[in-house]
């Protein structure tokens, strides 16, 4: 019992929370006890307390590795702010000397944020077997299977990895696992024993509406008829930055006294950070966005996610409905459906696999090369002209020329027998690949035609049950909107120029010092 | 407005000596000699680099508008322009705003960013302490200017409260010799408590302004108030320390640097050529570097007066820069390397006098 009191002071000491929320207790305590533990808790339970947490009490270092950049930048950042300085993220940007210089510090940081990508460098796994690894983190598990949303090859490549660290202790997290996915963590990692703590992942605050409408100008009408009622917190998807973009002058004009910004990953960092923590401070009310919005964002009043066009799949669409009240507040997600739409996303799957021509093209340059003992280019720029690919669609070829062993780091092995087998056998997975992306957006189109509890239908996929919600609970069971009332945002007073707003951000003035 | 101004600027400037990615790659400040010489032959020093994040796509579909405009029109060659009537009056007008007069771009670029962002960081920085609270997401994240702000800070940690009061004093000052629209601009990107600074985006919306010339309105100010701060050291101590350790950048690479160095030793071009294992043209780009850098180098070795006077002569007669109309009507013997190098000291050599 002791244990359990002296876990949550450290929970209020580390991180200023006074108890845990679902499933962090009962899994930080497992990996304290020193299991291999497989996580599954909903999105915006705070999964990152899981190993944070840990991270802090443990003696050695925490490895966490996760897909994306930028999803590694923010929690840095985070924690940065939050008095953890001794934390940080290693990605592929940094040159030559400042990456040497780095590695010969990794002694001093408690938590290391890697891409799956850069742990397979030689040079890193060399500074890093020489560390005391307390806990290796995976973030985002479910990349490693190829049943996932998000299948991620490298992923694959962590067991050799975990096996040369000495094998540190391992926890494994995700948002969306299927059972089948949950299996394929274990089989990969080599983990029969892991200990699973699964949590249903659906989320009984949040109302689920699908709409069908004639075309985008029915949906522009629809969601300023509802923001016109609620300035509150909202988030509208897109699956392209242009549409973000356009729309977002589309809805000034319709809601002048709306605060509204787009957001997407083409724009300037400063830009970036600047929406990112406007709509945290609630200087502004809506954001367009594209996927690339939302990850690590810890804000936990959002009330309204719309869909202006739907995911590839069901377990995004999770995800992005994830990020609606977070504070146990009733929110609502809204999905905008018309006909029109379902041409996106199956464009959007046949961009990201090479087609019949494309591995052509590239099984004819990759046998000349192999041939002439030519080493493929390391940077991605001049792979993609190559190749005329495009990132996506090379990490998915090369990964399995490595795979057969015809591809190590940039160089080539010459065997014509062997390589035309390997093309072969891609193309294959290919068309594997692309059933299965196809079958996944099927299901999405048939959740969104369903006429059944689209909360029953959403959630059964990846757990037993779900919580049956009397009311507030679909648009086919039936929900009122009249009866949501939000708390609304007040906009703060803007200073009407340019000397009075020079003053009060240096705190000077009428304004009073607090210190 | 600013931005199409400084477009038919450039058309002007340049006429048709150069295709319109040549006026690309000046504003976007491409690290190339020809860039650099570009900017210093025909006068542009000012704009070169002032947008480096302009995309091509960007800039042509503004080259695209102008013409719709009846700015500017298509000139004999592909990829060449004209400025019309009406372009010419555009031009008369935004040339009156004061932002076109303040780019000083050859001299600050890569500072005037370090600058503005060493600020931002700071002045966000100091708000927040004023407040009493010390942990924030900083707006900007570059490692090198985050890292920079840290150790500053320290430095200024036990003066704070006398060092923010001084800071605002003098960007007071200095915001207000500025034009309100301008002053305002600038106010709108800075965050502080509790308070994040606008987007290009919002502040397009709110200014009414194109997003090119909301960068350009920055750029334009963050110039203008390192001038005067450099010019009055004395007064603006707190505003010159965020600068004083930035050095111009060099228009120099490594490697051309390495072949100065064996110059100056009294090697031949072919020795240098063999020795460091590059082509002869390559040691011939170095050199013409080497003459836009070094105004003391002197070029005569390469090219005697009298050939500099032939050349001279024909960049007179044909009244352009392109390289290939001056090879063509001087004699065969002088080569591209030598009409370059002429190019380089044309300022200084017109001034020398009468070679014509």
């Known amino acids: ?515 | 407005m600013c931005f199409k101004g400084i477009i038919l600027k450039c058309i002007t400037f340049m006429k048709e000596n150069r295709s319109i990615s040549g006026i690309y790659h000046l504003l976007s400040g491409k690290k190339s000699i020809q860039s650099v010489h570009d900017a210093k032959i025909f006068n542009l020093e000012g704009l070169y680099g002032i947008y480096p994040a302009l995309t091509m796509i960007d800039f042509l579909d503004c080259v695209q508008q102008m013409v719709a405009g009846g700015l500017i029109k298509k000139g004999k060659t592909d990829n060449y322009y004209d400025i019309t009537d009406r372009g010419e009056q555009y031009l008369k007008q935004s040339d009156v705003t004061s932002i076109l007069c303040y780019f000083n771009g050859i001299k600050y670029y890569g500072r005037d960013v370090t600058f503005l962002e060493r600020l931002f960081l700071i002045i966000q920085t100091l708000s927040n302490i004023q407040k009493g609270n010390t942990t924030f997401i900083p707006v900007i994240d570059r490692p090198s200017i985050t890292n920079w702000t840290k150790k500053f800070y320290t430095t200024i940690k036990g003066n704070r409260r006398n060092f923010t009061i001084k800071l605002y004093e003098e960007l007071y000052e200095l915001l207000n010799q500025l034009p309100e629209k301008e002053a305002n601009i600038f106010v709108d990107r800075l965050s502080g408590y509790k308070y994040y600074g606008m987007s290009v985006e919002q502040l397009s919306e709110k200014h009414s302004l194109t997003k090119h010339d909301v960068i350009l309105y920055l750029t334009g100010v963050t110039h203008h108030l390192i001038v005067k701060i450099e010019q009055n050291q004395e007064r603006f101590t707190v505003l010159y320390s965020l600068l004083r350790d930035l050095e111009q950048t060099k228009f120099i690479t490594n490697t051309a640097k390495q072949t100065y160095q064996l110059l100056c030793n009294h090697f031949t071009v072919s020795e240098i050529a063999s020795m460091r294992n590059l082509k002869l043209n390559t040691i011939y780009d170095h050199i013409v570097e080497i003459v836009l850098y070094d105004k003391e180098f002197t070029i005569d070795t390469f090219v005697t007066k009298q050939e500099q006077a032939i050349i001279l002569q024909a960049i007179h007669k044909y009244n352009t820069y392109k390289l290939k109309i001056i090879k063509d009507n001087t004699t065969s013997s002088i080569s591209y390397f030598q009409i370059r190098l002429v190019l380089a000291r044309l300022e200084e050599l017109r001034l020398e006098g009468p070679h014509v």
């Open chain 1, 1 to 515: 019992m002791s244990n359990i009191i002296h876990l949550e002071k450290e929970l209020e000491n580390y991180f200023g929370y006074s108890t845990f929320r679902v499933g962090q207790k009962e899994i930080i305590e497992d990996v304290l006890k020193g299991k291999d533990v497989l996580g599954v808790l909903p999105t915006g339970t705070g999964k990152s307390v899981c190993y944070q947490l840990p991270a802090r009490l443990l003696e050695g270092i925490t490895i966490v590795v996760s897909p994306l950049i930028s999803l590694m930048m923010d929690q840095v950042k985070e924690l940065k702010a939050n008095h953890f300085k001794d934390v940080i993220a290693i990605n592929s940007f940094l040159d030559f000397h400042s990456r040497k210089k780095l590695y010969r510090s990794l002694s001093n940081y408690k938590i290391i944020y890697l891409s799956p990508e850069i742990l397979q460098q030689k040079e890193l796994q060399n500074y890093l077997s020489r560390l005391h690894i307390a806990l290796f983190v995976i973030d985002e598990a479910h990349c490693i299977s190829q049943w996932g949303h998000e299948f991620r090859p490298d992923y694959q490549k962590l067991y050799p990895i975990i096996e040369m660290l000495g094998n540190p202790n391992v926890l494994a997290l995700s948002a969306t696992a299927t059972n089948e996915v949950q299996n394929d963590i274990k089989r990969s990692l080599n983990l029969p024993n892991m200990v699973k703590h699964i949590y249903p992942i659906d989320r009984n605050n949040i109302m689920l509406s699908v709409q069908e409408v004639m075309d985008n100008e029915e949906k522009l009408a629809i969601i300023s008829c509802i923001l016109s009622k609620n300035k509150v917190p909202s988030l509208i998807y897109f699956s392209s930055k242009s549409s973000a973009e356009s729309f977002t002058q589309q809805l000034y004009k319709k809601l002048p006294n709306h605060r509204i910004a787009y957001y997407h990953g083409g724009m300037d960092p400063i830009d970036r950070i600047s929406i990112q923590q406007q709509f945290m401070n609630d200087q502004i009310d809506v954001i367009c966005c594209t996927s690339a919005f939302g990850m690590g964002i810890n804000k936990n009043n959002i009330r309204f996610v719309f869909h202006y066009h739907f995911p590839g799949q069901i377990e995004s669409f999770i995800q992005e409905i994830g990020r609606a009240g977070r504070d146990g507040e009733q929110s609502v997600s809204i999905l905008l459906y018309s006909k029109q739409d379902e041409f996106l996303p199956k464009q959007l799957i046949q961009s990201e696999l090479p087609s019949d021509s494309d591995l052509t093209r590239v099984f004819q340059i990759v046998s000349r090369y192999a041939k002439q003992q030519q080493v493929i280019p390391a940077d991605m720029v001049e792979v993609e002209a190559l190749f005329e690919i495009s990132e996506t669609q090379w990490r998915f070829i090369s990964s399995h020329l490595e795979k057969n062993s015809v591809l190590t780091e940039n160089s080539l092995k010459y065997d014509q027998g062997k390589l035309t087998e390997t093309f072969h056998l891609i193309r294959e997975i290919r068309d594997e690949r692309m059933k299965l992306k196809q079958h996944k957006l099927q299901d999405m189109i048939s959740w969104i035609h369903s006429t059944e509890c689209l909360r029953k239908e959403l959630y059964t996929k990846f757990q037993h049950g779900y919580t049956v919600l009397t009311q507030q609970c679909c648009s086919n069971c039936g929900i009122d909107l009249t009866d949501f009332k939000p708390k609304q945002t007040v906009n703060a007073s803007i200073l009407p120029n340019w000397e009075m707003k020079l003053k009060h951000l240096f705190g000077l003035g009428d304004t009073h010092e607090t210190e």
